[in-house]
């Protein structure tokens, strides 16, 4: 379900503008968790509607900082749209809950160091795996010093 509300008009120059707003409750997939997160979604714009990637380059020099929407056709497609302003409303981070039970355990190091509240056994600590910087902590700890 989104909800919106567009309003169309002229600029102060003649150029054809939209002013909106547009909400959305949406399921996205979580990158830590992989789990289905429901957020909100809301995003407010102002933009101006160019019939031409020509016109809209001219436009996008005059007036900095003002959004330029590019159509193609002589319509405006309200719901492609729409669509973009949702796409570009979207949250960088899905999960917030840094408590969430769906987290998956972190460890670091040969010894299995926990970087998360959940303690991993010493048994599912995984000694094949390759640790790439474990010289430059051993290079850190000792002050730097050149051992070769």
């Not at 719901?79 to 960088?92: I, K, W």
Request: charged residues 30%.
């Amino acid at each position: 379900m989104v909800s919106t509300e567009l309003t169309f008009g002229l600029d102060d120059q003649g150029r054809a503008m939209v002013k909106g707003s547009v909400a959305a409750q949406v399921k996205l997939g979580c990158h830590r968790c992989e789990e289905m997160v429901a957020r909100q979604v809301d995003a407010t714009f102002t933009a101006l509607i160019a019939f031409s990637e020509e016109q809209a380059d001219k436009w996008d020099s005059v007036a900095s900082g003002t959004d330029v929407v590019v159509v193609a056709s002589p319509n405006v497609n309200v719901v492609e749209l729409v669509e973009d302003e949702l796409l570009l409303a979207l949250p960088d981070r899905v999960c917030v809950d840094d408590d969430c039970p769906h987290k998956p355990s972190m460890y670091y190091g040969s010894e299995g160091k926990v970087t998360d509240k959940e303690a991993v056994p010493e048994d599912d600590v995984d000694d094949t795996r390759r640790f790439p910087f474990a010289g430059l902590k051993d290079a850190m700890e000792s002050g730097g010093e050149d051992k070769t």
